[in-house]
């Protein structure tokens, strides 16, 4: 059996990666086709952690209006709610999952325990961490860091819309440049939007490695876990 890179990750994914092209929402084709993909990393033998986002329903700064400590609330329970849509296509597809919430919902999930998701981990069981870090004003990427240090993965494999970090949004600017790595000082000197800069230091502070790729060919999983050369890397 080929030998994957690492042997356990945190793959952050953001809400709109799971809307596919109706942009909201939970397209059950996308999410599929993202989970044939962690169905093939499990079985490498690779110990897979996931963070979801909840931009595809919801989003705190959507609230401009509202209390801005509610808006976050609202997007902790859509995160929840995309957790659960992974949880349901990895066990059709006959891969073993928690889903570990920040917030406790015994009902439909557990309360993130670190030593609980060790074991899980350690099982061969993916594990979903919904929720955020649990509190406001806290975005998901920081709940990713958060996550990834508690359970010491080996590296943040960061799944986004854009195919690796650029000094600019290529898409607005065709002569920005493409980096096949970075660190993370120079990501916050230039301000490059990879993650919030909460995130971005903590990952600098706890030595994290971060894979940036482009999740909108899910098969980017797979090759990142294999070590080939795909996105841009940030330690």
């Given at each position: 059996?080929?030998?994957?890179?690492?042997?356990?990750?945190?793959?952050?994914?953001?809400?709109?990666?799971?809307?596919?092209?109706?942009?909201?929402?939970?397209?059950?084709?996308?999410?599929?086709?993202?989970?044939?993909?962690?169905?093939?990393?499990?079985?490498m033998g690779v110990q897979v952690a996931i963070?979801?986002?909840?931009?595809?329903?919801?989003?705190?700064?959507?609230?401009?209006q509202m209390e801005r400590t509610t808006a976050d609330y609202m997007g902790v329970l859509a995160t929840v709610m995309n957790g659960l849509a992974l949880q349901d296509a990895l066990e059709a597809r006959g891969i073993f999952t928690r889903v570990q919430?920040?917030?406790?919902?015994?009902?439909?999930?557990?309360?993130?325990?670190?030593?609980?998701?060790?074991?899980?981990?350690?099982?061969g069981r993916v594990v979903i961490f919904a929720g955020g870090t649990g509190h406001p004003y806290f975005t998901t990427d920081t709940a990713a860091v958060l996550r990834a240090t508690e359970i010491k993965a080996d590296i943040i494999l960061l799944g986004k819309s854009i195919d690796a970090?650029?000094?600019?949004?290529?898409?607005?600017?065709?002569?920005?440049?493409?980096?096949?790595e970075i660190?993370?000082?120079?990501?916050?000197?230039?301000?490059?939007?990879?993650?919030?800069?909460?995130?971005?230091?903590?990952?600098?502070d706890n030595n994290m490695p971060l894979l940036?790729?482009?999740?909108?060919?899910?098969?980017?999983?797979?090759?990142?876990?294999k070590g080939e050369k795909v996105g841009t890397i940030v330690s």
């Open positions: 059996m080929y030998q994957p890179k690492y042997k356990r990750i945190l793959l952050k994914l953001s809400g709109e990666a799971l809307a596919g092209e109706q942009k909201t929402g939970v397209d059950v084709d996308t999410v599929g086709k993202i989970c044939d993909k962690i169905k093939e990393v499990v079985e963070v979801v986002g909840g931009g595809n329903f919801w989003r705190g700064r959507n609230g401009h919430t920040s917030i406790e919902m015994r009902e439909i999930a557990e309360p993130f325990i670190q030593r609980r998701a060790e074991k899980h981990l350690d099982k970090v650029y000094s600019a949004d290529p898409k607005i600017d065709p002569t920005a440049k493409r980096y096949e660190s993370y000082m120079e990501v916050l000197e230039k301000d490059l939007k990879v993650m919030d800069s909460t995130a971005t230091a903590m990952c600098r940036v790729f482009g999740i909108a060919e899910p098969e980017n999983i797979v090759k990142a876990v």
